[in-house]
């Protein structure tokens, strides 16, 4: 028990606004990277994972995890409006940002912001892994791989500008990778690949082309079935609704309520007979109705707790959690 803290102790999890603001004052000579995640986003588990590989070769850096939704006082301060969110921060400050699933450039952002704090024996040694080696790893750090001039947000030649454009226009999920902030990089992926020019897209490890061939593969209707599709907001929220024939989007869970709206919805739905029903966090504007608790049924939107009030009130709260109305 003793080595696994150890090994893993710059790697914590911050759950109140207190606990937060300790850890960046206690750190505060080093980087401090903090990941804004939720448990219903995969994106964001898969991100976790990252970190943990990332906190095992940084020791001088602290990683911290933070559930956007529990510790709100956080999420608003520094603006967050999507997970993953990753925040930098030096002294206290912050100094970078990162929105998205980027592994690539998140381990880029690391090693470098890292470079200047108390790490920087240790960050330094990372780049000297073979240089193939770390070319394979990049590549197969997601299921599709941008190697591009610039970020998504901001495109540093138009090439890059334009694969971006079709990635966004056909719903691929992707992660990026700028090659100029790493000369090695640029030059190595050249060879390894035996492609000359950027932009280079891979898909599970294996090169797809530069801008000419994604634009072929559009033409000939062969995108769709090359590139990981990604799954709207939309599309998510209506597996979260359709999980269980019952489910209730509220603040807090079953065990403990956050709110007394909540709390008074589970104690009419428990008083029905009905088991508890699944209880799900994140359900923001998809059904059009502003507050919480939300109860669905078989995928349909019942309401809230006036609304199930007044089906209790007048006998078809029973029938209504059955589906029959």
Same mark, same amino acid.
């Given at each position: 028990?003793?080595?696994?803290?150890?090994?893993?102790?710059?790697?914590?999890?911050?759950?109140?606004?207190?606990?937060?603001?300790?850890?960046?004052?206690?750190?505060?000579?080093?980087?401090?990277?903090?990941?804004?995640?939720?448990?219903?986003?995969?994106?964001?588990?898969?991100?976790?994972?990252?970190?943990?590989?990332?906190?095992?070769?940084?020791?001088?850096?602290?990683?911290?995890?933070?559930?956007?939704?529990?510790?709100?006082?956080?999420?608003?301060?520094?603006?967050?409006? &999507?997970?993953?969110?990753?925040?930098?921060?030096?002294?206290?400050?912050?100094?970078?940002?990162?929105?998205?699933?980027?592994?690539?450039?998140?381990?880029?952002?690391?090693?470098?912001?890292?470079?200047?704090?108390?790490?920087?024996?240790?960050?330094?040694?990372?780049?000297?892994?073979?240089?193939?080696?770390?070319?394979?790893?990049?590549?197969?750090?997601?299921?599709?791989?941008?190697?591009?001039?610039?970020?998504?947000?901001?495109?540093?030649?138009?090439?890059?500008?334009?694969?971006?454009?079709?990635?966004?226009?056909?719903?691929?999920?992707?992660?990026?990778?700028? @090659?100029? &902030?790493?000369?090695?990089?640029?030059?190595?992926?050249?060879?390894?690949?035996?492609?000359?020019?950027?932009?280079?897209?891979?898909?599970?490890?294996?090169?797809?082309?530069?801008?000419?061939?994604?634009?072929?593969?559009?033409?000939?209707?062969?995108?769709?079935?090359?590139?990981?599709?990604?799954?709207?907001?939309?599309?998510?929220?209506?597996?979260?609704?359709?999980?269980?024939?019952?489910?209730?989007?509220?603040?807090?869970?079953?065990?403990?309520?956050?709110?007394?709206?909540?709390?008074?919805?589970?104690? @009419?739905?428990?008083?029905?007979?009905?088991?508890?029903?699944?209880?799900?966090?994140?359900?923001?504007?998809?059904?059009?109705?502003?507050?919480?608790?939300?109860?669905?049924?078989?995928?349909?939107?019942?309401?809230?707790?006036?609304?199930?009030?007044?089906?209790?009130?007048?006998?078809?709260?029973? &029938?209504?959690?059955?589906?029959?109305?």
């Amino acid at each position: 028990r003793l080595v696994m803290s150890g090994s893993m102790a710059n790697l914590t999890d911050a759950t109140s606004l207190q606990q937060f603001e300790e850890l960046l004052k206690n750190n505060s000579k080093s980087l401090t990277v903090v990941h804004f995640h939720a448990a219903w986003a995969p994106q964001c588990s898969q991100m976790n994972d990252v970190m943990a590989e990332l906190a095992k070769e940084h020791k001088h850096t602290m990683f911290v995890k933070l559930e956007a939704e529990a510790v709100p006082e956080v999420s608003e301060k520094y603006e967050i409006t &999507s997970v993953p969110t990753f925040l930098f921060f030096k002294g206290g400050e912050k100094i970078d940002r990162l929105d998205g699933a980027h592994a690539p450039e998140l381990t880029n952002k690391v090693q470098r912001l890292g470079s200047g704090g108390g790490g920087a024996a240790r960050a330094g040694d990372v780049p000297k892994e073979d240089l193939n080696e770390r070319l394979k790893r990049l590549i197969n750090a997601a299921p599709c791989m941008l190697f591009m001039k610039g970020s998504p947000q901001e495109p540093r030649c138009g090439f890059s500008r334009q694969i971006v454009q079709i990635l966004k226009d056909h719903d691929v999920q992707y992660s990026s990778f700028d @090659i100029l &902030s790493d000369e090695e990089v640029r030059q190595g992926l050249k060879t390894y690949s035996n492609w000359p020019t950027f932009p280079q897209v891979y898909v599970n490890g294996e090169l797809i082309g530069g801008l000419d061939i994604v634009k072929e593969l559009v033409e000939s209707g062969e995108l769709e079935n090359t590139f990981p599709k990604t799954v709207s907001l939309e599309s998510r929220l209506k597996t979260l609704i359709n999980k269980s024939p019952i489910m209730l989007f509220m603040k807090g869970n079953k065990e403990t309520a956050k709110c007394g709206f909540s709390r008074q919805i589970l104690e @009419i739905m428990n008083s029905t007979g009905f088991d508890s029903p699944q209880v799900r966090q994140g359900l923001k504007t998809y059904s059009n109705w502003p507050t919480f608790p939300q109860l669905y049924v078989k995928g349909d939107l019942i309401g809230g707790l006036d609304i199930v009030k007044e089906l209790k009130e007048n006998g078809e709260l029973t &029938s209504v959690l059955k589906g029959e109305n």
